[in-house]
């Protein structure tokens, strides 16, 4: 998988249904990871969508917490706002509260990007270095999560990186930080490169307000958007959807009838 147009589309009835979905393949990630090379990396979607995903890996009761190997699991971010992680805006701040607060993931083990420096490109930096060091990175070595997790944004942008932005076009960087005219704020990325580096990337979409974007960036013919730049190189891509952002797929024609049927 991973070539265009050879996405692996799946569709679950409802959103309680897409987590339960999404949590069986962080959890067979995680247990096939530690299992070939001793640990999970893996980058968090920010945005409300993957809440309830968290919330759900981290509870006890559900069948994923106890098969996450949580003690060789190292968690990234795909980005983050530039804000204080106590800022309800915060990816991290969300991702504390649903599951890194509620698991027994080494402190150590959770790189955070440091938002709450005023400066955005040094946020950057840092988070590139801590990101190289993480992975015992050789220089222009791109880092390889066992697991991306993504969302879409309406506007077709995942992670901050957004339509038109020059971050798309960088190389050679492995964290930017564009400023976002939409937003007026500046964010802190994940470069494309480092998403088509992973070895799976998952896109989490729910909502039908989301749908005619799905249906733009897995079948449409205009410009690419962001998200549909997402093609990891020698990894795998899954689009993991509920039926109402999966509305407007439509359905493959039904098989020709038999002959003399
Ligand atoms: C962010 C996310 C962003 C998000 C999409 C979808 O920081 O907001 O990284 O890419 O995934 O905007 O957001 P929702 O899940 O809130 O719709």
Known sequence: ?????????????????????AAEEV???????????GHFFIALAGG????????LLADPRAPFFARVPWDRTQVFFGDERHVHPD????????ARAALLSRVPVRPEHVHRIRAEDTDAAAVAADYERELRSAFGLSPGALPAFDLVLLGLGQDGHT???????????????????????????????????????????????SG???????REVLLGEGPLLPAARVRPKGGELAFFLDAPAA??????????????G
Do not use: C, W
Not at 48 to 55: K, M, N
Not at 247 to 260: F, S, V, W
């Open 1 to 21: 998988m991973g070539e265009p147009g050879m996405n692996e589309v799946r569709v679950a009835p409802d959103a309680g249904a897409l987590m339960r979905l």
């Open 27 to 37: 959890a067979r990630r995680a247990e096939a990871a530690v299992a070939a090379r």
């Open 48 to 55: 409300a969508t993957p809440r309830r995903l968290y919330q």
């Open 87 to 94: 800022d309800p805006e915060s990816n991290y701040g969300m």
């Open 159 to 205: 992670a901050s990186l957004f339509p038109g932005s020059e971050a798309l076009e960088a190389h050679g960087r492995l964290v930017l930080a564009p400023y976002v005219e939409r937003l007026r704020t500046h964010r802190i990325t994940l470069a494309l490169d480092v998403l088509n580096a992973a070895r799976a990337v998952v896109f989490l979409v």
């Open 208 to 214: 039908a307000e989301k749908a005619e974007r799905v």
């Open 247 to 260: 509305a407007l797929l439509g359905r493959p024609p039904a098989a020709p009838p038999a002959p003399g």
